[in-house]
């Protein structure tokens, strides 16, 4: 056929099949997952676009997935009634690299190996479509969508950098919408085009999509048949009746015969019963909603009713991926009615500092076609937000509070940041972002602690909080400004991080109590004896004139100080500048 036309693949996706190809990934059957996602996409994608368009559906076909195990051949076949793919969406779709997770994970694979790691990547990232090359040497899809009158059919092989697309001409192969792919197993790999392993497969990686997923089962039912009974058996068993005639007796016999089997389970487990749903099956979820390898550090499952009503599972992840706040992280999927609607947003549904925390909303009193706008302007949205935000900081509260220290430490150690960032951004949460905050002091040099603690610690007669700024513990401990409050056993925290002082000093006080910087010059520690001090101003000020006379400009004044003890002398900053080490931040800043 003279319409068969042959392209060239990306650079990138050339170098991405290389590897996929080449792999010695042992855990290959991570491909259905990767194609029963897209299906699933394919599906969500039609169901919303439906909902303005209900022309989409009107061929009457069912949403959902067929997979079909050709053992004798070897073919995996995987059917979806989704939305389909045009000529041109082939082309961009399938041969180039436009999923920013498959880019990410060429990045991360370059970085792996130039440490000369060789890590579990394939699995970690997804390589969606292309995974299909991890057990398949041959892969046809064809796809029609309901944009084009037209079907296509792409046929792509392993080690190849081209591909085809054809238009579809057996009247057979035609559908009436959707895509169909089919995977030709390599040699070594046939045995995932067995039925039962298909099914297992399902079962352990598709629990979760929200279409009904269907596997081609060979079944058998019993059936009673009428058999001519051997008349010499029936001698033998008893003498009762005429014996030498040939009677008619039913058998059961257990007929076979091939049918689609419904293999997942569709109703998400949002709409379940939180007391029914185990730890585990929480974990499950996440992991294969969001692509993690690990389990979460901590879930909430919630309903709220009320004003608006909504149904969310939200998660701390254990570890941060991304190294920057990313504006889009998709970490918030919304449902409406159980539609898929979008996992791209920008601080909508939950504020940016707290987009490290994965979930999934469904509500019911927003409009099926919802679009940013009108996600920018409702008022339910600011509801959910606000809702969200609180349920967030409860779970967060609930890791800090748990027995196991190690999992806040954790936390913290992974988006501590966040909620520093958070200090800043919204000052509104700021009694429930304070309760979250770690630091080191000098009472606690390994082991970080809470505002809290600190509070609980306090002595009786102080007022403040006392802190002090410095690039490390280290230098925090030797600060000349420490000496007198050590000596008095206080406790002063350590803000090492460039981003601690800034939090603190958004949040200005805790529990009515100020933080108070012990470098600044007027710290009143409640124990001046004025006499006495009069005396030592009086006897040492020639010695401050002459020194302040030495240093001329390079510093605003030269006094007398009661905040030492061992040390002679200390430079401070004044009351209303920076900090010194606000000072070298702002400084690198700028640089
Ligand atoms: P991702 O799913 O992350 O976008 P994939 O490599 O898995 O990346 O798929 C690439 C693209 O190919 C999808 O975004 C989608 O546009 C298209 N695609 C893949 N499978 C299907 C399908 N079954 N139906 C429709 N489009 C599909
Ligand atoms: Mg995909």
Known sequence: DSSCEKFEYQAEVNRLMDLIVHSLYSNKEVFLRELVSNASDALDKLRYLSVTEPDLLRDGVDLDVRIQADKDNGIVTIIDSGIGMTKQELVDSLGTIAHSGTAKFLKALKESQEAGKDSNLIGQFGVGFYSAFLVADKVIVSTKSPKSDKQYVWEGEANSSSYTIREETDPEKLLPRGTRLALFLKNEDKGFAHPEKIQKLVKNYSQFVSFPIYTWQEKGHTKEVEVDEDPTE???????????????????????????????????????????????????????????????????????????????????????????????????????????????????????????????????????????????????????????????????????????????????????????????????????????LRFFSNQSENEVISLDEYVENMKPEQEDIYYVAADSVTSAKNAPFLERLTEKECEVLFLVDPMDEVAIQNLKSYKEKNFVDISKEDLDLGDKDEEKEKEIKQEFSKTCDWIKKRLGDKVARVDISHRLSSSPCVLVSGKFGWSANMERLMRAQTM
């Open 234 to 436: 029936a001698k033998k068993e008893g003498d009762d009746g005429p014996t030498a005639e040939k009677q008619k007796k039913t058998k059961t016999v257990i007929e076979k015969y091939w049918d689609w089997e419904l293999t997942n389970e569709t109703q998400p487990i949002w709409l379940r019963n939180p007391k029914e749903v185990t730890t585990q099956e929480y974990n499950e979820f996440y992991r294969k909603t969001f692509n993690e390898y690990l389990d979460p550090l901590a879930s909430s499952h919630f309903t709220t009713e009320g004003e608006v009503e909504f149904r969310s599972i939200l998660f701390v992840p254990s570890v941060k991926k991304e190294e920057l706040i990313d504006s889009k992280t998709k970490n918030i999927r919304l449902y409406v009615k159980r539609v898929f609607i979008s996992d791209d947003f920008d601080g909508e549904l939950f504020p940016r500092y707290l987009s490290f925390v994965k979930g999934v909303v469904d509500s019911n009193d927003l409009p099926l076609n919802v679009s940013r706008e009108i996600l920018q302007e409702s008022r339910i949205v600011r509801i959910m937000r606000k809702r969200l935000v609180r349920k967030a900081f409860d779970m967060i509260l609930g890791i800090s509070l748990s027995e196991n220290r190690e999992d806040y430490e954790r936390f913290w150690e992974n988006f501590g940041k966040f909620i520093k960032l958070g200090c800043i951004e919204d000052k509104e949460n700021h009694k429930r972002l304070a309760p979250l």
